[in-house]
């Protein structure tokens, strides 16, 4: 039995419950769509209409985005005597005789090509559990498919389809993406094929979401809806820098906030899932963390609620050895200033095994730093 050291100090937790679209399944500088890389297409004898158009990028980026519909198979357990009220009062939850039984949905998203031999990245939770997965091409063929890995800590998976010479869409820079600018998100709501809607990055770094483990979204004011999961979130240079996956919503439709996995991650897991079947991610042993909050800071010496508080971490991890200690406030990484607990995760999510961390901590009113080396996250950690 693996033991831990905990922080006794008692934190406060508040989270806040945002309410999904159930069955909603989602690399360069974004340039404002008036640069002269955005040509305008406008028919001879016709006067161009005021306003971008994004009709070239539209053309250049919709066949690479695929239909996708998986058979999932969901076992249940179901009683006869529920259909009596009698019974099913007296036995509630334990009614007798339960007889095994098979539910039958299919799950319709998109999907991105994103190798021209059929390589095709789309969200985890649009194939999981599927018996069968199909994929719908641009030219309506229908594509045998091989699942070559799933990771549902960030909710992507890739897939390869039989094909040569498909068309793909390049990998962006979403680390260059900024709040304002123009993006589309294009795919298959509703299962209408090929569907482009416009709008631009109202976020970027969103987390605390409860979506994924790992949450490092892109926030979008571009119309998603059930079925754009999967697709393509791309900028005016017809890349893609994100892989739509989820909307917040109170009526299981489009309100203006969407949430698409950013590329640079997309893509890391995408090259580790094709390489290996799965990804490696690093650890350095911290297992639990809190915001630091005003009571919090006060009590543990750091001037502004600022950073994560260590609660707890595995005896003789990486982060034990090198000498972090429960109640430490980290307030950066590497130098960059970590806000809070979700920011934390998310640095320690993206270290490379191999590599070494070094972590700013304010301890009893005084800061230190702590080299701590990345090692491989132990599936039981």
Same mark, same amino acid.
């Given at each position: 039995?693996?033991?831990?050291?905990?922080?006794?100090?008692?934190?406060?937790?508040?989270?806040?419950?945002?309410?999904?679209?159930?069955?909603?399944?989602?690399?360069?500088?974004?340039?404002?769509?008036?640069?002269?890389?955005?040509?305008?297409?406008?028919?001879? $004898? &016709?006067?161009?209409?005021?306003? !971008?158009?994004?009709?070239?990028? #539209?053309? *250049?980026?919709?066949?690479? @985005?695929?239909? +996708?519909?998986?058979?999932?198979?969901?076992?249940?357990?179901?009683?006869?005597?529920?259909?009596?009220?009698?019974?099913?009062?007296?036995?509630?939850?334990?009614?007798?005789?339960?007889?095994?039984?098979?539910?039958?949905?299919?799950?319709?998203?998109?999907?991105?090509?994103?190798?021209?031999?059929?390589?095709?990245?789309?969200?985890?939770?649009?194939?999981?559990?599927?018996?069968?997965?199909?994929?719908?091409?641009?030219?309506?063929?229908?594509?045998?498919?091989?699942?070559?890995?799933?990771?549902?800590?960030?909710?992507?998976?890739?897939?390869?389809?039989? $094909? &040569?010479?498909?068309?793909?869409? !390049?990998?962006?820079?979403?680390? #260059?993406? *900024?709040?304002?600018?123009? @993006?589309?998100? +294009?795919?298959?709501?509703?299962?209408?094929?090929?569907?482009?809607?416009?709008?631009?990055?109202?976020?970027?770094?969103?987390?605390?979401?409860?979506?994924?483990?790992?949450?490092?979204?892109?926030?979008?004011?571009?119309?998603?809806?059930?079925?754009?999961?999967?697709?393509?979130?791309?900028?005016?240079?017809?890349?893609?820098?994100?892989?739509?996956?989820?909307?917040?919503?109170?009526?299981?439709?489009?309100?203006?906030?969407?949430?698409?996995?950013?590329?640079?991650?997309?893509?890391?897991?995408?090259?580790?899932?094709?390489?290996?079947?799965?990804?490696?991610?690093?650890?350095?042993?911290?297992?639990?963390?809190?915001?630091?909050?005003?009571?919090?800071?006060?009590?543990?010496?750091?001037?502004?609620?600022?950073?994560?508080?260590?609660?707890?971490?595995?005896?003789?991890?990486?982060?034990?050895?090198?000498?972090?200690?429960?109640?430490?406030?980290?307030?950066?990484?590497?130098?960059?200033?970590?806000?809070?607990?979700?920011?934390?995760?998310?640095?320690?999510?993206?270290?490379?095994?191999?590599?070494?961390?070094?972590?700013?901590?304010?301890?009893?009113?005084?800061?230190?730093?702590?080299?701590?080396?990345?090692?491989?996250?132990?599936?039981?950690?």
């Amino acid at each position: 039995m693996r033991r831990s050291r905990v922080f006794p100090l008692a934190l406060a937790v508040v989270s806040l419950g945002l309410g999904l679209a159930a069955g909603l399944h989602l690399n360069g500088r974004l340039e404002p769509a008036t640069r002269a890389d955005v040509p305008a297409r406008t028919p001879v $004898g &016709r006067t161009p209409l005021p306003g !971008p158009d994004f009709s070239e990028i #539209a053309r *250049q980026a919709t066949p690479a @985005v695929v239909n +996708i519909s998986a058979l999932q198979v969901v076992r249940t357990e179901h009683s006869p005597f529920f259909s009596d009220p009698f019974f099913r009062d007296f036995f509630g939850r334990e009614a007798p005789f339960r007889i095994p039984q098979e539910e039958r949905k299919t799950s319709l998203g998109s999907g991105v090509l994103v190798g021209p031999d059929g390589l095709v990245v789309t969200n985890n939770h649009v194939i999981e559990h599927a018996r069968q997965i199909a994929v719908t091409t641009s030219d309506r063929k229908r594509h045998k498919v091989t699942l070559l890995g799933t990771d549902p800590v960030t909710d992507i998976a890739v897939l390869r389809i039989d $094909g &040569r010479a498909l068309p793909t869409l !390049p990998w962006g820079d979403s680390s #260059a993406a *900024q709040v304002g600018e123009y @993006v589309l998100a +294009i795919g298959n709501p509703f299962q209408l094929n090929q569907t482009v809607t416009m709008g631009i990055i109202s976020a970027t770094g969103r987390s605390n979401v409860g979506i994924v483990d790992y949450e490092d979204f892109i926030q979008t004011d571009a119309a998603i809806n059930p079925g754009n999961s999967g697709g393509a979130l791309v900028n005016t240079r017809s890349e893609l820098i994100g892989i739509n996956t989820a909307i917040y919503s109170e009526t299981g439709g489009y309100q203006g906030v969407g949430f698409a996995v950013p590329a640079n991650l997309a893509r890391r897991v995408v090259e580790q899932l094709v390489a290996k079947g799965r990804v490696a991610r690093g650890s350095i042993g911290i297992t639990r963390l809190a915001d630091a909050s005003s009571d919090a800071a006060a009590a543990l010496g750091a001037s502004a609620p600022r950073g994560a508080v260590v609660v707890e971490l595995l005896r003789a991890s990486p982060a034990d050895r090198a000498g972090v200690e429960p109640g430490d406030i980290v307030v950066a990484v590497d130098g960059r200033a970590v806000e809070d607990a979700a920011q934390l995760r998310n640095e320690l999510a993206r270290a490379e095994v191999g590599s070494a961390l070094r972590l700013t901590v304010v301890r009893g009113g005084r800061r230190r730093e702590i080299r701590v080396p990345v090692e491989e996250a132990r599936p039981d950690a």
